[in-house]
Structures are given as structure tokens and as C-alpha cells.
């Protein structure tokens, strides 16, 4: 079934977005990550233009963390006060990320800095997940259990001033260190179209060194309402937000990830976690070897 | 009902072909005509055919013994564009240099009967603009006529292969020197506004009549074209729906699932 997409401009097959959708949201149902990352790169690739890709995405990674979140808060596995600082820092890096935006499509570079950027994070974390799941498993196949981490924070965290006291999250840190954090993944959010929980939670995990029971929850919390600011910025400034599509892929992903949270819950976390660092590797490693091949189409056009 | 069109269009040309040719005595008249003066854009829309037909009237009704051959030209709204082209620096593809054209055509299509090198001589096909790669699409700051081509070729190709720039050679059909048609097809990513749909009469390699008077209009409709208007025009509401919809729609979906 042909739909038109009134914003990207052109017609595009209903069931394959929505199945493009469904697969984004079984990840998304099996890691508890928004799938931001998989959608915009399947969407260019599906020959939706790459603004109106990341834009929408961002909707519909706010569709689909909703459910999350509120799943999370009933159980007490928010930690609100931490996730407003983050969330502060998110509404500034979205509007710093809108200006960057805008900075690089004039220069004509938005294209090559989310392709380098995607291969950077995804390289690192992807190559560390698969490290530490390596690590795990290997454990779990010995029959040894897994040497206990200790948790506490980076040391750069530790040294910054004014600390704040974060009960649900067991910490004692300067609220400068969230707000950094939030900032870094509000700016990705609008320049890829990510959630950014794929950088967030490790990130609260091993920088923040937050209790491992409030960190997806704190995670999705930030995710909603940085996505939420993404999209209104889009709307505001690149006027790229198709509600169509967004509704299409909502379609596919809040099916999905009900399957995912099935499959998830049948699976061992370890083999869980190996698996998805050997998708964001793949993803990772498409993308680098992209950069080096020559493109499909060595011209592109932009309206002055 | 086309061919029904045609037969009515030739009965009323054969009543004032009289007068016609009185008021011009040695050329020929064009009256053409098109399929539909409006293309709607809506939630279904991949594309639409065109027809583009009419009649050639000759002075006093007379047809010529030379050959005859018309070009049809169907052209979008012009507007100026930055094209950039990739290079390979340090190993990875990056925009690495541009160009400004002032006057792209969002949508060209050319149709004529027969291949258009043996119709018109060059010079012709430049004033006339007849043939994708004969287009004036006035490059900003030409220092060199190599890069020129080089971007103008670029340009060209990416719109040909997108199907905005479309040459049909051979795709006019011509009955009895007379009566003419052509379908044109149009891509669901044509850009929105009034084409003109230009005529041309060609013999002997000369333009000797051309008509440029029909226009169609291709326009977004309805929800489509509310959208639009909506995100345009009425951003901030626009966003503030969007965050709302797929609020809705995430939390709707969690209802639906817990109860399955």
C-alpha cells in the first residue's frame, strides 16, 4: 500500500515502514533501547531525505519510550531528581544541537558528521559491550561466577564541585556531571535522531557509577522528554517532522517491542547483551566501510 | 473518451480552420490541449500520467508533403539550488565542493517524434531549451567551462535517474500530420506549483510554431496538504501535536498490550 509522505515529499510502501518499524522496536522490546540508532540509518537507506529521517525518528523514539517509562515508574525504578538534571541538560543540548544543525547544512557537512559520529559511538560501545559480554559469558560457560564490579564513579566525576545527593541512585555527586551528560546526549539526539540510551546507560553505568536497578528507568525518563524537545526543535527550525511516517513507524515499533519484551524475558541477559553489541558492531562497521566506498550518488542537492 | 476528445477537437478545428487561415496565411496553428489541468496530490498519490495531444492547423487546410514533427515539453517550477559534489579525502567520501544554479526546473520532461539530434540543429535546441542536456540552469560564478559541465552533467544525471528530467524521444505520436499526442509520466516526488506544457512544431530542423499556453497546476490536497500548511505555517503547533500523537499513541499501545 503506497502512502505519500507530506513533509519527506514523496511515496513510500506503508508495510515497509511499519515493518522496518516492527524490527527497530523487537531490539528495541529485547534491550530496552529506543532503536533511534537502527531507524534513521534504515530510513536513509530506504531513500527518505537524511533531515526528515533523523527528525522524525525523534518522534518516534518518543512514542515509543512512553510505555517504558511508565512501566519503570510504577516499580520505583526512576530516579526523577537525577533524570531532571539530565533532562535540563537535554533541553540545552537540543537547542545547541539545533544550531549545529543548521551550522552544518549550510556548510553541506550534516551528512558526513552523523556518519562519522554513528561509527564513533557505535564502534566504542559496541566494542566495549562485546568486550564485557565476551568477558560473561566465557564466565558463565566456565561455570565461574562473574568477578563482582565494583561500582563507583570515574574519577573526573568524583573531582567536580558542589555535590548533590542522589538517594534513589545511591550517590553523592555534583549535579554537574549529569547535566554534562544529559547536554552530550541532547545534542546527539538532534543532530541523529537517537534516543541516546545506548550512550546513556553505560554511561550512567560507568561514569556516574548509578545503581544498576534505576538505570534504564532514569535512562527512558530522560529519552521522553529529550525526544520530545528534539522533535519540537525540528519543527521549529528544519520543519522536518513527518507525522506520517512517525506514525507509520510507531505502528511497527510499539508491536515489536511487545514481542521483543517476550523474547527478552526467555533469553539469559548475558547472551542478551553479546547479542546486541554484535548489532550495534555490524551497524558500526556498515557504516565505517560506507564512508570509504563511493556512494551511490556523488551529487546531492540542497535549495537555497 | 481521449479519442472521443480528439474527434470533437477536429470537428471544431475544421469549422474555424477557414478563418484561421485567413488570419495567418503561410503558418500553421497549434491548438493543444492536456489530459487534466490539475494534478491533486493525496494520501495514495505515486505519480500520474499525463497526456498532452491537439491538433496542427494548417493554412487552408492544407497538409504539407514535408515531414513534420512535433516536441513536447512539460517543465515545473524553476528554482535556485546548491549542488554539492562528494570527493574521497582521506579515505572517506565528504562534500568537498559546490555550485549555485539560479534557475533549476523542478520537474522537465521532453517528448518528441522522433530523436531530437535529427529534428533540430544544436543552435535551435539551445534557444528552445529542448533536451535535458540543453537546459539554462545559470551556473553562479563560472570561472571555468570544464567545472561547469561537470556539475551541469552531475546536476542532470541525479534528476534524470530520479525521474524529474525525462527525455522521450520517439513518444509522440503523429496521426496523418494532423493530430498529435504524448503521454508524460510524473514521479510522486514532483515539486508542487504551475507547469506550463510548451508545443513546438518542427520542420526542416526550424522551430516554425511553438505554444506555450497550457498550464496545469500540481497541487497537495486535503490532509496532505493541511500537513503542509500545518508545519509550515503553524510550527510550534504542529510540534506540540506530533509530541502528542505519539504520546498517545505509545501509551494507547501499552493499555492494548497488557491486556493481551
Redesign the interface.
Given at each position: 500500500m503506497?502512502?505519500?509522505l507530506?513533509?519527506a515529499?514523496?511515496?513510500v510502501d506503508a508495510f515497509v515502514i511499519i515493518l522496518l518499524g516492527g524490527v527497530v522496536g523487537i531490539l528495541s522490546g529485547m534491550f530496552g533501547v529506543g532503536g533511534g540508532f537502527m531507524t534513521t540509518p534504515l530510513l536513509i537507506f530506504y531513500g527518505i531525505p537524511p533531515t526528515v529521517a533523523a527528525a522524525s525518528a525523534s518522534?518516534?523514539v518518543?512514542?515509543?519510550?512512553?510505555?517504558g517509562v511508565?512501566?519503570h515508574m510504577k516499580r520505583g525504578g526512576v530516579d526523577i531528581q537525577m533524570g531532571s538534571v539530565l533532562v535540563i541538560g537535554g533541553l540545552f543540548g537540543t537547542i545547541i544541537g539545533a544550531g549545529l544543525f543548521r551550522l552544518l547544512q549550510e556548510w553541506?557537512?550534516i551528512?558526513?558528521v552523523i556518519n562519522?559520529l554513528y561509527v564513533l559511538m557505535l564502534g566504542t560501545i559496541g566494542g566495549f559491550m562485546a568486550w564485557e559480554s565476551w568477558q560473561s559469558v566465557s564466565a558463565l560457560r566456565g561455570g565461574r561466577p562473574a568477578p563482582a564490579k565494583k561500582r563507583r564513579h570515574h574519577p573526573l566525576v568524583a573531582n567536580l564541585p558542589y555535590r548533590w545527593r542522589f538517594y534513589r541512585s545511591g550517590l553523592y555527586i555534583s549535579p554537574l556531571a549529569p547535566l554534562i551528560l544529559g547536554f552530550v546526549t541532547g545534542v546527539l539526539t538532534m543532530l541523529l535522531g537517537v534516543g541516546g540510551g545506548f550512550i546513556m546507560v553505560p554511561a550512567m553505568l560507568y561514569l556516574l557509577g548509578m545503581g544498576a536497578q534505576v538505570v534504564v528507568g532514569t535512562s527512558l525518563f530522560q529519552i521522553l522528554f529529550v525526544t520530545?524537545s528534539s522533535?519540537?526543535m525540528?519543527?521549529?527550525t528544519t520543519?522536518s517532522?513527518d507525522?506520517?511516517l512517525?506514525?507509520l513507524m510507531?505502528f511497527g515499533s510499539?508491536?515489536g517491542?511487545?514481542i521483543g519484551a517476550r523474547i527478552a524475558q526467555r533469553m539469559r541477559p548475558e547472551y542478551l547483551r553479546a547479542l546486541l553489541a554484535g548489532i550495534v558492531l555490524i551497524v558500526a562497521i556498515r557504516m565505517a566501510l560506507g564512508?570509504?566506498?563511493?556512494?551511490d550518488?556523488?551529487?546531492?542537492?540542497?535549495?537555497? | 473518451m481521449i479519442i472521443r476528445a480528439l474527434l470533437l477537437l477536429l470537428a471544431a478545428i475544421s469549422a474555424v480552420s477557414g478563418q484561421a487561415a485567413r488570419a495567418q496565411q503561410d503558418e500553421p496553428k497549434l491548438v493543444p490541449d492536456v489530459s487534466q489541468r490539475q494534478i491533486a496530490i493525496e494520501s495514495g498519490f505515486t505519480g500520474a500520467e499525463l497526456l498532452m495531444f491537439g491538433a496542427i492547423i494548417y493554412p487552408r487546410g492544407v497538409t504539407p508533403s514535408e515531414q513534420i514533427d512535433v516536441a513536447v515539453v512539460l517543465r515545473g517550477p524553476s528554482q535556485a539550488i546548491t549542488l554539492r559534489e562528494k570527493q574521497r579525502i582521506l579515505g572517506i567520501w565528504i562534500n568537498a565542493d559546490s555550485k549555485e544554479f539560479l534557475s533549476v526546473p523542478g520537474y522537465y520532461a521532453v517528448a518528441t517524434s522522433r530523436p531530437l539530434n535529427k529534428i533540430v540543429n544544436p543552435r535551435t535546441a539551445d534557444i528552445y531549451e529542448l533536451g535535458i542536456d540543453r537546459l539554462q540552469l545559470s551556473p553562479r560564478g563560472s570561472f571555468s567551462a570544464n567545472e561547469d559541465q561537470r556539475f551541469n552533467a552531475g546536476l542532470v544525471d541525479l534528476n534524470r535517474r530520479g525521474g524529474l528530467f525525462r527525455q522521450q524521444a520517439g513518444s509522440v505520436e503523429i496521426t496523418d500530420s494532423v493530430l498529435y499526442r504524448a503521454r508524460l509520466l510524473v514521479p510522486s516526488s514532483v515539486p508542487v506549483g504551475r507547469y506550463t506544457a510548451e508545443t513546438l512544431l518542427i520542420r526542416n530542423g526550424e522551430v516554425i510554431m511553438a505554444d506555450d499556453s497550457v498550464e496545469i497546476e500540481i497541487r497537495k490536497k486535503g490532509f496532505e496538504q493541511f500537513v503542509t500548511v500545518l508545519a509550515d505555517r503553524y510550527s510550534l503547533l504542529y510540534g506540540i501535536l506530533a509530541v502528542v500523537i505519539s504520546l498517545l499513541f505509545g501509551w494507547m499501545a501499552a493499555l492494548l498490550f497488557q491486556r493481551i
Open positions: 503506497d502512502v505519500y507530506p513533509i515529499n514523496l511515496s518522534t518516534q518518543t512514542g515509543a519510550s512512553v510505555s511508565f512501566a553541506g557537512q551528512d558526513t562519522i520530545i522533535t519540537m525540528h519543527s521549529l520543519k517532522v507525522i506520517v512517525a506514525v510507531l510499539v508491536t517491542a511487545q564512508l570509504g566506498w563511493q556512494p550518488e556523488i551529487y546531492s542537492v540542497q535549495p537555497l | -
